[in-house]
């Protein structure tokens, strides 16, 4: 059995309800140790990846699961799972209804990408993409928009570099939402001309983008790193990057 949207779905449906069931901040907030990927690991991101391993032994599925919180997890199968129980925890943890799970199926690395599936666990909206196949938000195809939009998304930070940043470039408008998976669904339905995580920071890991990466390209956008080439991460956790995805070659020009 390989991977199923609809069983996806359902994961999505679990971690939904277990973060409306946190009714105490302070517990959701409360730090309970350090990631794989070397940050902290607070008490809502334990529980959504322990669901999501809990899922995976359940159904039996054929992957390794490769996980912010928890690293690798063997299972002795070539495919991997690369998973961010729960992208945007920050959102979470205060209330804003912007943060999701993000679930792609890879080999070595981004560019063996075959599917990706994303949640917005505040909504219960999904968006998945199959490699050939087109890329989806709740069964309908959804594209890259054909005209310039005027929205740009991307990580400003406490301290943004404006050498480095294109948002501070942007001609439009600049949205700043903190949910890098879900911000690249926006972009790939049309909802903007850019997403840009650039900086000295070096911002994003694999888990943060796998599933939007794949999304995005069989949306017709392109997605490179922060020295202009098409993007790759391997499967280390602690790997961080810097990128820029557009929905076009020329809309990428204008902004380099």
Known sequence: MGLRTSDLV??????????????????????VGIGADGTATTYIDKICDDAVLDFVSENDLPFNVISEESGLTSRGFERN??????????????????????VADVGTDLRSVRYGFVMNLNSGEFYYAESGKGAYRNGARIRVS???????????????????NPLIRSPGRIRSIGCA????????????????????????????????????????????????????????????????AVRSREELEEFL
């Open 10 to 31: 359902k994961l999505g449906e679990r971690l939904r309800q277990l973060i409306k069931d946190q009714t105490d901040q302070s517990s959701m907030t409360r730090v």
């Open 81 to 102: 799972l690369l998973v961010d129980p729960l992208d945007g925890t920050f959102n979470a943890e205060v209330g804003f209804p912007f943060y999701s799970l993000s």
């Open 146 to 164: 054909e005209s310039t939009v005027g929205c740009s998304i991307g990580n400003l930070g406490k301290y943004p570099d404006r050498s480095m």
């Open 181 to 244: 998976s879900l911000e690249l669904c926006l972009l790939a339905q049309g909802s903007a001309d850019v997403v840009s995580y650039m900086g000295p920071g070096n911002y994003v890991r694999n888990v943060d983008i796998g599933a939007g990466y794949i999304i995005l390209i069989e949306a017709g956008g392109q997605i490179l790193d922060g020295d202009g080439k098409p993007l790759n991460m391997g499967l280390d956790v602690r790997e961080r990057k810097n990128f820029i």
